[in-house]
């Protein structure tokens, strides 16, 4: 049955539900329906209740891209009603009575696009009540309901959005309202996935995002953005044509090209912050925001206005990656005080996650901080970056990171939060690497006061400190390893730790005004009494512990690297031959084993095996694991088939990336690689598009479950991966470790015993060679012992893992725990995780080589 398209005022709505066949929560929804028919075609309030009928009618997943393309049109025609309802109410009588027809026109769109809105809540209402009625059994009816709304939509934008379209953005265009024109950079930023590929993309909508963001801030701030007129009218311009074009001309090759390049002219001219003019607007309208009345961030604040702030500082945090990323060009140490300044932006973002802790002058600190890091970031031009920053540039940076430091300790002093920058409640991970920080930042405070004849005695008193932090940093450097066996050399340690704390607290201080003179006398007493117990390890407990280490060479540590373990090769050639004999059939070859076992490992060496790249015409892999999709398997299948970069099919949908694979497989003998299976719905939405050739295609796949493979076909039978000997256990741990050398005698019996502890898992033999690699040979019973005090199979992957992360430098720990940030299997850019560890303070430098060049050290070990 289908629900006759009635004018409004003649349409009948259906009775409620009978209770027989409906639930408590469809009597919520058709009641909610019904309150909110009447009062929303008279207010925009329609738009808000279409969404919401649209996340209620069709929850989760069904008709997914119907339902996205129905959200984001009544989005877009939201955005149209109230700028045509702003411009309406703007008109003077004057204007009025010279347009009068005009007027008459736009007061009509208004009516119409609520009315083609709530027509189509009425329709979803209705069909909603019937397929209840049908028992849930004919998705169709509301498939047919949410076809007709999109066919209503795109007609009436065909008619009445395109007669007015233009003169609206054209001629109606006003800075006054700003929210509006927030709303329509969101939608143009919405529609540019139609025009270009997702990293052109992206680089675009975080531009877009930054204007939109920007406006919303200095307006929170009580600026008008009259300097920001002509950015904004440009992009008014740009989203009236690309409305138009999107909706009336996107199958028009020759308009698309010609709105391509005017989006384009759009981001690099009129809206760049690297354009001289659009740097300037936005420094006006920053240091406008930092004259209004000090307390209004703390108003803000107070009235829920924070995730304004949030959202133009994380817009910061894109334009300096974007930076880093497209300016190959920079010198080093522009790049390193950048990544600094990026730093800071991380700092804001973590003060702003914890402001309702903040007093009244903090938050005033904090708005004008933001303030602060918009107008150095938009002071960058091309040539300084090119070139070198001016020294102002650095003093300013330079102030900017020491206030966000100094609230940050005054955060975690006075309010018991988390803070990097108090002793009290955060541990570093990564401590030499801090106290490395700390005293570049005592070098840039010393040359600052250099120029001050006003400063003589601090400055005195911190080249003092700084001297005498670098040889204490030294010590440390000598017994960063010993102390872990050593008791008196850790409680030196946390206290020169604590110290530097206490230092880089009170320094921070004096930058803001603080009279700390006594408190800095007292830091060099404590650092001349750790000079002297730094001597005396220096001289005989240094000595007497690197007595009893002798570290295993360094050229093993390497050794790690190597992926072959013992024992594959039979095993591959048996897979081999599965694959590549029995049944011309569609056929599918399972490998299955605990976690651990090298699952992965096997169906590699068989993927790049030279016999099974000569049989296979076509060969793909695809990461399954416990969270995918249909589009992501497919993007991977057909990624890894043709080595190309993703972009090209993240842009496909599922039924395009569907016939791709299809034409790709066609009449080609293929072997697909499933790997980490959980479940048999992966294959579910694969299978059915595959073609069979009858040529020997194959599918390969690993998983832990046993029994997953009679899901796949009743009958099978999987490989089961086993677990190593002893033997084996041990061969392979020498090879990790010595490599064609062989162990030394003195070490086989403790080396035999730690490979049998290994209980045959091969990860755990190589995680074990890790340790054993970087530690001294007298540790080897330790690790023995660890190793033998796990009992249960379930922890025991876990449990090495954490013996292997203990071992870990001090500095590589926070590096790999980093990684937890990322999915599973996602795929990491080396650039940007290289510039995430340095703004995060994890990457210490090192002599003779760039911030970046050390981090991309600590990536390759």
């Known amino acids: 049955m289908q629900v006759p398209d009635l004018p409004m005022k003649k349409r009948k709505i259906m009775d409620i539900p009978s209770s027989s066949n409906t639930s408590s929560s469809d009597f919520a929804l058709y009641d909610y329906l019904q309150s909110h028919c009447i009062s929303s075609s008279t207010s925009a309030s329609c738009f808000d209740l279409a969404l919401d009928c649209l996340a209620r009618v069709f929850p989760g997943c069904f008709a997914f891209r119907e339902v996205e393309y129905l959200k984001n049109k009544v989005r877009l025609l939201k955005t149209f009603f109230l700028y045509v309802k702003m411009c309406r109410r703007r008109r003077n009588h004057e204007a009025l009575l010279e347009h009068d027809q005009e007027h008459k026109d736009n007061t009509i769109s208004c009516f119409r696009i609520q009315d083609v809105v709530i027509r189509m809540v009425h329709d979803l209402q209705s069909a909603y009540l019937l397929y209840k009625h049908s028992g849930e059994s004919d998705f169709d009816i509301l498939i047919s309901a949410a076809t007709r709304s999109r066919e209503n939509i795109i007609f009436f934008l065909e008619t009445d959005v395109k007669k007015s379209c233009s003169t609206i953005f054209f001629d109606c265009y006003s800075w006054a309202d700003p929210r509006l024109v927030m709303d329509l950079i969101v939608s143009l930023s919405q529609t540019l996935e139609d025009f270009f590929s997702k990293e052109p993309t992206d680089i675009i909508r975080h531009k877009l995002m930054l204007l939109r963001n920007l406006i919303g801030f200095v307006t929170m701030r009580g600026v008008e953005c009259k300097q920001l007129t002509d950015p904004l009218s440009q992009v008014a311009i740009v989203a009236a044509r690309l409305f138009s074009v999107c909706q009336l001309?996107?199958?028009?090759?020759?308009?698309?090209?010609?709105?391509?390049?005017e989006i384009s002219q759009l981001i690099h001219e009129k809206i760049n912050p690297l354009d001289t003019q659009v740097r300037e607007a936005y420094i006006d309208v920053l240091t406008a925001s930092k004259k209004q009345s000090r307390s209004s961030c703390a108003l803000a604040l107070e009235e829920n206005e924070c995730p304004v702030v949030v959202q133009f500082v994380e817009s910061l945090h894109h334009y300096l990656m974007?930076?880093?990323?497209?300016?190959?060009?920079?010198?080093?140490?522009?790049?390193?005080?950048?990544?600094?300044?990026?730093?800071?932006?991380?700092?804001?973002?973590?003060?702003?996650?914890?402001?309702?802790?903040?007093d009244d002058e903090m938050k005033d600190l904090l708005g004008l901080?933001?303030?602060?890091?918009?107008?150095?970031?938009?002071?960058?031009?091309?040539?300084?970056?090119?070139?070198?920053?001016?020294?102002?540039?650095?003093?300013r940076l330079f102030h900017l990171h020491k206030v966000l430091k100094y609230m940050?300790?005054?955060?975690?002093?006075?309010?018991?939060?988390?803070?990097?920058?108090?002793?009290?409640?955060?541990?570093?991970?990564?401590?030499?690497?801090?106290?490395?920080?700390?005293?570049?930042?005592?070098?840039?405070?010393?040359?600052?006061?250099?120029?001050?004849?006003?400063?003589?005695?601090?400055?005195?008193?911190?080249?003092?400190?700084?001297?005498?932090?670098?040889f204490l940093r030294s010590v440390l450097e000598n017994i960063k390893e010993q102390r872990f066996q050593n008791g008196k050399l850790q409680a030196f340690w946390s206290y020169v730790m604590e110290v530097v704390y206490k230092a880089e607290l009170l320094i921070d201080s004096t930058l803001v005004g603080d009279k700390c003179e006594d408190s800095l006398d007292a830091i060099g007493r404590d650092i001349n009494l750790l000079k002297i117990e730094a001597l005396e390890i220096h001289n005989g407990q240094t000595q007497r512990v690197n007595k009893n280490s002798i570290l295993i060479p360094s050229q093993l540590a390497a050794a790690i690297h190597n992926e072959d373990l013992v024992g594959l090769d039979d095993k591959v050639k048996t897979i081999i031959d599965q694959l590549t004999r029995g049944l011309k059939q569609l056929d599918v070859v399972p490998i299955v084993g605990m976690p651990g076992l090298g699952k992965t490992t096997l169906a590699n060496k068989v993927y790049i095996a030279s016999s099974v790249r000569s049989y296979f015409h076509v060969r793909g892999w695809c990461c399954v694991s416990q969270t995918y999709s249909k589009h992501s398997l497919f993007v991977q299948l057909?990624?890894?088939?043709?080595?190309?970069?993703?972009?090209?099919?993240?842009?496909?949908?599922?039924?395009?990336?569907?016939?791709?694979?299809?034409?790709?497989?066609?009449?080609?003998?293929?072997?697909?690689?499933?790997?980490?299976?959980?479940?048999?719905?992966?294959?579910?939405l694969l299978e059915n598009s595959l073609p069979n050739d009858v040529n020997g295609s194959r599918i390969l796949f690993t998983s832990r479950f046993q029994d997953l493979s009679l899901q796949f076909k009743p009958g099978s039978k999987p490989y089961h991966l086993c677990q190593l000997t002893d033997e084996e256990s041990w061969a392979l741990l020498q090879k990790k470790l010595f490599d064609k050398e062989g162990c030394p005698p003195k070490l086989s019996e403790v080396g035999y015993q730690i490979a049998k502890f290994c209980r045959g898992l091969p990860l755990t033999v190589v995680l074990v060679a890790g340790i054993l690699a970087t530690i001294a040979q007298d540790s080897w019973e330790e690790v023995a012992k660890s190793l033998s005090?796990?009992?249960?199979?379930?922890?025991?992957?876990?449990?090495?893992?954490?013996?292997?992360?203990?071992?870990?430098?001090?500095?590589?720990?926070?590096?790999?725990?980093?990684?937890?940030?990322?999915?599973?299997?996602?795929?990491?850019?080396?650039?940007?995780?290289?510039?995430?560890?340095?703004?995060?303070?994890?990457?210490?430098?090192?002599?003779?080589?760039?911030l970046e060049e050390a981090a991309y050290n600590y990536l390759m070990g």
């Open 408 to 470: 940050m300790a005054d955060l975690a002093h006075n309010y018991l939060v988390t803070s990097p920058y108090s002793s009290f409640s955060y541990r570093r991970s990564n401590e030499l690497g801090c106290m490395d920080f700390f005293l570049e930042d005592l070098q840039e405070l010393a040359r600052c006061d250099e120029a001050d004849d006003s400063n003589v005695v601090r400055l005195d008193r911190i080249q003092l400190v700084h001297k005498d932090l670098v």
């Open 322 to 358: 974007d930076l880093l990323g497209y300016h190959a060009s920079f010198q080093v140490p522009v790049k390193d005080h950048i990544l600094k300044l990026h730093q800071g932006i991380r700092y804001l973002s973590t003060l702003l996650k914890q402001e309702e802790k903040l």
């Open 638 to 684: 057909l990624c890894s088939i043709h080595s190309k970069s993703p972009n090209e099919y993240l842009k496909m949908d599922e039924n395009d990336l569907v016939q791709k694979l299809k034409q790709v497989l066609l009449r080609t003998r293929y072997l697909l690689i499933l790997d980490d299976l959980w479940d048999v719905e992966a294959w579910n």
């Open 789 to 850: 005090s796990i009992v249960l199979h379930d922890e025991y992957c876990m449990k090495t893992l954490e013996l292997s992360y203990s071992h870990l430098p001090d500095y590589l720990k926070p590096c790999l725990l980093y990684f937890a940030a990322f999915q599973e299997d996602e795929v990491i850019d080396v650039r940007r995780l290289l510039w995430l560890w340095i703004s995060e303070g994890f990457v210490q430098q090192t002599e003779g080589k760039s």
């Open 369 to 395: 901080a933001v303030c602060d890091a918009g107008i150095l970031i938009f002071s960058l031009s091309v040539n300084e970056i090119k070139e070198g920053l001016p020294r102002e540039t650095y003093l």
């Open 249 to 261: 001309d996107r199958y028009d090759k020759q308009v698309v090209n010609r709105m391509k390049s």
